[in-house]
């Protein structure tokens, strides 16, 4: 494995009563490497989402992003660091248009306080427009979020959190709610912009297809632990992957 | 242009120039209207904080503060100065917003509106039980000030206070609006519909809603000076429930969606309520009720928001799309 480390899993441990979620967790992320998680459901995916992102903070263990301890520290401080979240189900402003989502993503990444400008006229716009046409969706720029439908939701709030320039970006299931035959578009066009955005990209997902084109390595969740990583060409062959992942997909 | 977009232009202009002509023009309406304008002033900070979802329900408490902090200090120097009045009174309310600020928008939506409520009451309490400081329930007398170390008679004190107050509501509104279209205004109402988007950007909404508190407490504060002045007597009256609740009130009568819904809000309410005592004394309050109740069912966007879809209907129906965030938050959606 080859490349720099950007985050580090340490000794993770969280349970919720009896519900082991993580359990001695230790994964390195690899930067320009994208990861696909891939488990049974509970086996702890958005768990360790949770707890990368600032969510949650482990009862045990540490996380190192670049060098830096970042246990336990609100997202809010994360984000600040390069490290950013799209959601399963889309977490957008749904009275504001699609640009100003992207605007008000901006304007918090730029720290641009200054109370009496606004918000449109903000530097950022043009930049947001490029980001806007790389997700394709230029279109959308004026419609309010709360008019679009479910996937383009989806690119939207993959769109606010690149909006932040990361360097670390957690997707949980972004082709979750889209119809199959558009699973594969709607990655191409996250797969792009994250390829020009520079940014390494860990992301659940349940569609194998999916995990096999897009992701650079594939690790395997279950009951809390991380039992198998590699290439996905490997790892999505392994029989105990097949038996206790995959089921009879394949 | 569109014949809406033309009157929607001209309008508040139209509006603001038949205020300004009133003292000429129905000078019995004068002093009503400085009352008016002044408790615009305190809706116009609640409006604030309704783009972020939220209704206190103890403004009052900084309209208070700033009120009794202008009479003390008037009283302490035989009448005092109005401008160091203004300055002094919504620089109180705005220091004690910051204060019990960092506690409260640490909540939300029915505790968020009760520990204002709370805090107001409070506040009355004390006003009403100190009476060797406070007056008690008789209040404070506030002796009129001098204005830039004029002391004027009362005549043209009035109308310089009324022209004072019609300027300062002007500014307060422009400034307003220029705060809810900036980033922070933004978010602001983005608090409304996803503080966990908000918080995964690296915001702070504890941060931006205490803004916007303070900048609430602020005009309240400011309208509650100018109210005392005109008035020339301040009471634990100005704290009461009941004078949040008609923020409140009016707030949604105008229209939460527009910094011009405080203005008009409050001048209608004033009127029905001035015309509804004089013609139908008994049922006044039923009267207000029943606008209310037709305003919620009918009119959920208020009188700004009527007035946006009837200029819509008579103007030419495809100017829609477009709309920004300044114009949304500036007249009403």
Redesign the interface.
């Known amino acids: 494995m080859s490349g720099k480390v950007i985050l580090q899993a340490r000794d993770l441990d969280i349970r919720f009563g009896g519900v082991v979620a993580a359990s001695d967790i230790n994964i390195d992320l690899i930067e320009h490497q994208n990861l696909a998680i891939i488990g049974p459901n509970g086996a702890g995916k958005t768990t360790f989402l949770n707890l990368c ?1 600032g969510y949650l903070k482990p009862h045990a263990g540490r996380i190192i992003f670049n060098g830096e301890d970042i246990t336990g520290i ?4 994360l ?2 660091k390069g490290v ?2 799209a959601f399963q189900i889309p ?7 699609v640009m ?1 989502n992207l ?3 901006a ?3 730029a720290r ?9 006229r ?1 530097g950022a716009r043009a930049e947001m427009e490029h980001l806007l046409e790389l997700m394709k969706c230029g279109h959308l720029a ?1 419609l309010p979020v709360s008019a679009l439908p479910e996937g383009q939701r989806k690119l939207i709030d993959i769109a ?2 690149l909006a ?1 320039k990361p360097r670390l970006l957690f997707m949980d299931e972004p082709t979750s709610g889209v119809a199959s035959a558009e699973k594969f578009e709607l990655l191409d066009i996250i797969a792009g912009a994250l390829a020009e955005a520079r940014v390494t990209a860990v992301f659940v997902e349940h569609d194998m297809g999916i995990v096999d084109r897009f992701a650079d390595e594939v690790a395997v969740w279950n009951r809390g632990k991380v039992l198998f990583r590699g290439p996905p060409g490997d790892v999505l062959k392994h029989p105990d992957v097949i038996r206790d992942v995959i089921g009879e997909e394949l | 242009m569109t014949t809406r977009a033309q009157i929607l232009r001209v309008l508040p202009y139209a509006l603001l120039l038949a205020l300004a002509l009133v003292p000429q023009v129905y000078p019995a309406a004068q002093v009503l209207l400085t009352l008016a304008l002044a408790k615009s002033l305190a809706v116009l900070g609640v409006i604030v904080l309704l783009q972020a979802g939220q209704v206190s329900f103890g403004h009052a408490l900084f309209f208070a503060i700033a009120a009794y902090a202008a009479a003390f200090l008037g009283n302490s120097m035989g009448g005092g100065e109005i401008v160091l009045s203004l300055v002094l009174g919504t620089v109180c309310s705005a220091a004690v917003a910051l204060v019990v600020g960092v506690f409260i928008v640490r909540y939300r939506h029915i505790f968020f509106g009760m520990l204002n409520l709370a805090l107001s009451m409070i506040f009355f309490s004390f006003l009403e039980k100190f009476y060797h400081v406070t007056g008690g329930s008789d209040g404070l007398s506030v002796a009129r000030p001098r204005v830039l170390g004029m002391a004027l008679e009362r005549g043209p004190f009035e109308l310089v206070l009324f022209y004072g107050t019609l300027g300062l509501v002007i500014g307060a509104l422009v ?1 307003t609006h ?2 809810l ?7 602001m ?2 608090i ?3 503080e ?9 909404a504890r941060n931006v809603l205490l803004a916007g508190y303070v900048l609430s407490a602020a005009l309240c504060g400011l309208g509650g000076v100018l109210m005392s002045t005109a008035q020339g007597i301040v009471t634990p009256e100005y704290a009461w429930w009941v004078r949040s609740g008609e923020f409140v009130f009016i707030a949604i009568l105008g229209g939460a969606g527009s910094v011009g819904g405080a203005v008009v809000g409050t001048l209608a309410y004033e009127a029905v309520k001035t015309y509804a005592a004089a013609f139908a004394a008994d049922i006044w309050q039923m009267i207000l009720g029943v606008v209310l109740l037709v305003v919620i069912l009918f009119a959920p966007n208020g009188l700004i928001g009527l007035f946006r879809s009837w200029t819509r209907r008579i103007g030419s129906a495809p100017e829609r ?2 709309d ?3 114009d949304r938050v500036g007249a009403g959606e």
Not at chain 1, 91 to 96: D, P, R, S
């Open positions: 992102t609100a997202p809010r401080r984000v600040r950013a979240r977490q957008l402003f749904t009275e504001h248009t100003e605007l008000i993503a304007a918090a990444q641009q306080w200054a109370p009496f400008t606004r918000l449109d903000i004026t606010v959190a932040l | 400034l220029r705060f279209s900036s980033p922070v205004g933004q978010m109402r983005a409304k519909t996803n966990v988007r908000l918080e995964y950007l690296g915001v702070s799309t477009g920004r965030a300044g």
